[in-house]
């Protein structure tokens, strides 16, 4: 099937891409030339859209690169600013992607 842009929202390209490949927010802005603000917001419609059928939307969550430790119970779509553990910023960014 050929993916013509022109003929998809914005959702549905940004849904596009996550059931191709794991994405992060600032893949998905620069894929779909959108703030990474604007796709956060995105996200959060999809996983709404996505909970009534059977697929749905998973991240793969953040991670301190310093300490390990893993932001699993994070509800928010950006990337959190600082480790509660060992209070570093170096944090890898959250990754999403559509099953």
């Known amino acids: 099937m050929p993916e013509d842009s022109g003929d998809k929202t914005l959702r549905q390209r940004m849904m596009t891409l996550l059931k191709a490949e ?10 779909l030339h959108i703030s990474e603000k604007e796709v956060a917001d995105h996200l959060t419609h ?3 859209s996505l909970a009534a059928g059977p697929q749905s ?5 953040a991670e301190c690169l310093a300490c390990g430790f893993v932001f699993k119970d994070r509800r928010r779509f950006s990337r959190p600013g600082r480790c509660p553990r060992c209070r570093q910023t170096r944090i890898s960014m959250p990754r999403y992607y559509i099953c």
């Open 46 to 48: 999809i996983r709404r």
């Open 22 to 31: 794991e994405c992060g927010v600032r893949d998905i802005s620069q894929a």
């Open 57 to 61: 939307l998973e991240i793969r969550p």
